[in-house]
């Protein structure tokens, strides 16, 4: 799919900047303590890893009213970070907005997704997605994010790898809350 390939990194640079994305918006989500590792050097798919506490649900003690709220709010988080990823990537690389291309190819993933784990229906999911657009463009709108992206992306491009508490500590460094 030609949307697939568009979202794919173009280069190490971009794919620093990907990875930047999804911490910036996981740590202003207050989801980084489900971040584990990032590994700038893994493959694409493995870059970021996220603790073990991220999507399990094999508690048989735990309602089921519990285990679908924790995988909506999984669900919101991993299509934020996403957001996040190419968001940053198109914002502060590029220069520019989000295509309806970026945003069609994420929102079907999100569906299949939603319906998938949560049993979404189609407008359920777009209102989840549109949610999570509208939040992940107004961090990446925010005044002095573009700074901050800038910084982490040079230092993990330095790095190469570091803990999930090393690179909030970083964030929260550099100024992001």
């Given at each position: ?24 918006t996981l740590v202003v989500l207050d989801g980084e303590d489900f ?101 992940v463009d107004r961090i990446f709108r925010t005044r002095g994010v ?32």
């Open positions: 799919m030609n949307s697939h390939n568009r979202l794919s990194y173009n280069n190490e640079r971009d794919k620093t900047y990907g990875i930047t994305g999804m911490a910036i971040l584990s590792h990032i590994n700038l050097d893994a493959e694409a798919d493995a870059c970021i890893e996220m603790s073990h506490e991220f999507g399990f649900k094999g508690n048989p003690r735990m309602s089921a009213k519990i285990i679908w709220e924790q995988t909506l709010r999984d669900l919101r988080l991993t299509a934020s970070m996403a957001l996040g990823n190419v968001t940053c990537r198109r914002y502060i690389l590029d220069h520019k907005g989000l295509s309806t291309e970026d945003t069609t190819s994420l929102r079907e993933a999100l569906r299949q997704d939603a319906n998938d784990h949560c049993g979404l229906e189609r407008d359920e999911t777009d209102r989840l997605f549109d949610s999570c657009l509208n939040y573009a700074d901050i992206a800038d910084a982490f992306a040079n230092e993990l491009s330095s790095r190469r790898s570091m803990s999930g508490q090393e690179a909030a500590e970083i964030l929260a460094q550099l100024g992001l809350q």
